[in-house]
């Protein structure tokens, strides 16, 4: 008789962890206005290898700005165009690059953050 119990478990979906997330929501301080739609917040969802195309992993890591704009009609519900991204918001700019950034984070670095984070909450 075979033992099964590790093909199954190996087999067996893997429930996504907090630092496994693949979307991240983005209020904007300028919300995007298109015709009688406004815009209020975006859904940044983790880039998948062919949307990172033409791009370098270590422009992302370092919130290049053209990067930033590159990919971000590829990765935001709803689909924003490109005039659109290049009239964002700096401050609107600078957290969805923040976003994308931490989809790249190891376990470590988001857990460095995290203790970081935790450590000037308890200074206030």
Known sequence: MTDTTQDTAAAAPTVPTETQRKFEIV???????????????????APRSGELR???????????????????????????TSDECLNLA????AEIGGTIRGFFMTSAERAAMEAIIADQLRKI
Do not use: C, F
Request: negative net charge; proline residues 10%.
């Open 90 to 93: 700096p401050a609107d700019l």
């Open 27 to 45: 209020k904007l301080n300028e919300p995007i206005v298109r015709g009688t739609t406004t815009v209020e917040e975006l859904t940044i969802r």
């Open 54 to 80: 033409g791009l370098s992993l270590q422009e992302l890591i370092n919130t290049d700005i053209g990067a930033i704009l590159k990919v971000l009609p590829r990765i935001s519900e709803p689909p924003l």
